[in-house]
C-alpha cells in the first residue's frame, strides 16, 4: 500500500475519530529532556533519551511503538509511578512526582490493559474505592457515585454486586473505567484498553470511549498496539523509536513520516486491514420474472 493509499483508506476507513482540539489549547502533560535508564553499573540500559512530548487538552494520543520503546513506562511517569532519570513530567501544572500523594484520584485516571481490579471486592467496591479511601463522604453518597459511573460506562445496578470473577472481559473493562472516573479526573490514562476484546466488544468499547470524550471533556493518553482502535479514538499519534518520540501527528501525517517502523506498523497488512473501508452491502438479486414475461 502506497503512502496515498493509506492516507485515504484512513479517511474512509473505519470509524472517524473525534475532531482534535485548537492547536492553541493549553497543556495537560509536558514532558522535557526526559531519559529513563533501568539497571545499574555495567548493567544499566536507557529506554528514553531526550524526549519531548507535549498533550494538550481535549486530545486523544495514542502513544504507539515497538516492544521495548517504552511506552508503558511513560504512562507510569505520568502517574508518579516511576521517576526519569533526567528531564521533568509535569501533569496539570504539577510535578508528575507528586501525583502519587493525596488527591492524585482526581487529577488523573488510569484504566490498566487487565482491569486490574481487586478479586476479593464487588463491582460497587472496586468502583468506589478511591473515595472510600479519602475518607470524607457519607457511605450512602459514595454508594450513590459508584452507581452513576457504572450507569454512565453502560452497566446496570444489578451489576454492583458481582466479583470480578463473574463479569466478561468487557464488563471487567467497563468496570475498570468506572474506577478510574470516580473521582472525575480531566485526564485518563489508558494501557492496551481494548486488548483481550472480541471485535464486537472492542468497538462498543471505543464508541463508549468516544462518548465519554466528548461528555466529559476529558483529555487521554492511550498506548495501543489495535490499529482499528487507534484510528477509532487518536486524535493524534506520537510515536516511539530510537528513544524517543520520533514524529506525532495525526494519522494521515504520520504515515508519511519515512522510518522503518512506521512503514511497518501503519502500512503492512495489519495496517491495510484496518484502514481498509468497511465492505458494502452485497446488493439484492434481480427480482424474477412473472410467467409469460421476460426476464
Known sequence: MTRDAAEDAIATGP????????????????IRGLSTVFGKGDEAFAVHENLDLTVRRGEILALVGGSGTGKTVLLRQMLGLTHPAKGSVTVLGRPAAEMGRAGAASRVGMLFQHGALFSAFSVLDNVAFALREQGTLPKDLIADAAMVKLRMVGLKPEHATRSPSDLSGGMIKRVALARALIMDPPLL????????LDPNSSDEFCELLRELHAALGLTVVMVTHDLDTLFALSTRVAVLAEKRVITSGPPQEVTRFEHPFIQQFFLGERGRRAMAPAPSAPSAPPAAAAPGQEA
Do not use: F, I, R, S
Not at 470509524?15 to 509536558?30: G, K
Not at 490514562?189 to 483481550?196: F, K, N
Open 15 to 30: 470509524a472517524a475519530a473525534p475532531e482534535p482540539p485548537p492547536q492553541d489549547a493549553p497543556p495537560v502533560v509536558e
Open 189 to 196: 490514562l489508558l494501557d492496551e484498553p481494548t486488548a483481550g
